[in-house]
């Protein structure tokens, strides 16, 4: 009995443990801000051997990197983000100014005509892509149409589309862009014969550590700037705008820009940078191995129809500069299939026409989230 007691209490006694010695991991928002840091880094290193769009490169492959190894999972907090959106609109509307427009005025029937062959060559691949069998017919038109990635992959459950499928085939295209559009901006800047483009349409430029708003009066800018912001990101909020983040803000320093009221506004020097290297992670961190071993079987046919998407806008950026006299580089970054925020960076590192690029892909952008729900529907109902 007393065996059986003494063998009772040594059953019930709790193991020793052991404690193993762990360095505490970062908060979240700690090891953001470490890669972000990281990025920027990288941003100098990439700027000083002259790499084209040098901080948002050097972030996309570094949150690609990051991604793939596993040492970051999920995305960019939804915060810096939105952050990040809002202060690339209010970049973008700040270049919108009153004698831009009216210099874009003139082109402003080609400009539609490209922007509606654009979004009907992207609808035209995917419909091929779609008769293959591999893809459903809603998530290649959704994966394949250009500029909207956000909004995009936002409605594509109420479509009735692979929510994942779309959102790997959106910012797959972005990231390609993203990677090319630079390196073939700067290579038509750089090539014998160009025309044009070559003076920055986004006024002076400025240097200095503390230098973060393009006007001279710092304070005053930022003021502006994060009011323009804010207000901008509930107003598309309340006015249901697509990707209301980008869209609101853009609009709304577009009306500031065009009253000549607050000037100067608009992020410059490090600010600028550091908003462009978080546009790079944002894209680079959402190419995870799990994603890539979901697609790996459509990645072949994919990257086909992307290929060919991408070749088709090049022409019609030629097209487009040969008849309006545009600068080939300007006509390529307004045409090109990718994400306003990476084709901005871009624009802006190689010191393009902004004005004419922000107005063709924000064309461009209203009009896929207004036109492929109905194309989306379309297809549905012929299919049945």
């Not at 490169?57 to 810096?80: K, M, N």
């Not at 004698?99 to 992207?122: I, K, Q, R």
């Not at 820009?257 to 000037?263: A, C, D, Y």
Request: with cysteine; charged share 10%.
């Amino acid at each position: 009995m007393s065996t059986t007691r003494t063998s009772l209490r040594t059953a019930q006694k709790p193991a020793p443990q052991v404690h193993e010695f762990r360095f505490p991991r970062p908060a979240p928002a700690w090891r953001w801000a470490l890669i972000a840091v990281g990025g920027y880094a990288a941003g100098l290193g990439a700027s000083a051997v002259g790499v084209p769009a040098p901080f948002l490169l050097s972030s996309l492959v570094l949150g690609a990197v990051l991604a793939l190894t596993g040492r970051v999972r999920g995305r960019l907090p939804g915060p810096l983000n939105r952050s990040s959106q809002a202060l690339v609109g209010a970049l973008m509307g700040s270049y919108l100014t009153a004698s831009a427009l009216v210099a874009a005025a003139p082109v402003a029937l080609p400009l539609t005509a490209v922007t509606a062959a654009t979004v009907a060559l992207s609808v035209a691949v995917a419909w091929f892509l779609a008769r293959r069998g591999s893809i459903s017919k809603p998530s290649a038109v959704l994966g394949m149409v250009p500029g909207g990635s956000a909004a995009i992959v936002s409605c594509a459950d109420e479509l009735k589309a692979d929510v994942r499928l779309v959102a790997f085939m959106q910012y797959l295209r972005v990231g390609l862009v993203a990677t090319t559009a630079p390196l073939a901006a700067h290579w038509m800047m750089s090539s014998p014969g160009r025309s044009g483009g070559q003076a920055s349409h986004g006024g002076p430029a400025h240097s200095g550590f503390l230098h973060l708003v393009a006007g001279s009066d710092q304070l005053t800018g930022l003021l502006v700037l994060v009011g323009v912001c804010a207000a901008g990101v509930l107003a598309g909020r309340r006015l249901r705008l697509p990707t209301p983040a980008l869209i609101g803000p853009m609009l709304l320093a577009l009306v500031v820009t065009l009253s000549g009221v607050l000037p100067g506004f608009a992020p410059a020097g490090i600010l600028q940078n550091a908003v462009f290297v978080l546009v790079g992670l944002d894209v680079g961190v959402r190419f995870t191995r799990d994603t890539l071993v979901r697609v790996r079987q459509l990645l072949p046919s994919i990257l086909v129809g992307m290929a060919a998407v991408c070749v088709g806008c090049a022409g019609l950026a030629w097209i487009f500069a040969k008849a309006t006299g545009t600068p080939v580089v300007d006509a390529y970054l307004a045409t090109t299939p990718g994400g306003i925020n990476a084709v901005l960076a871009a624009a802006v590192s190689g010191h393009a026409d902004v004005a004419l690029i922000s107005t063709v892909q924000s064309l461009r952008l209203l009009l896929v989230v207004l036109v492929t729900p109905l194309i989306i529907r379309r297809l549905a109902v012929s299919r049945a």
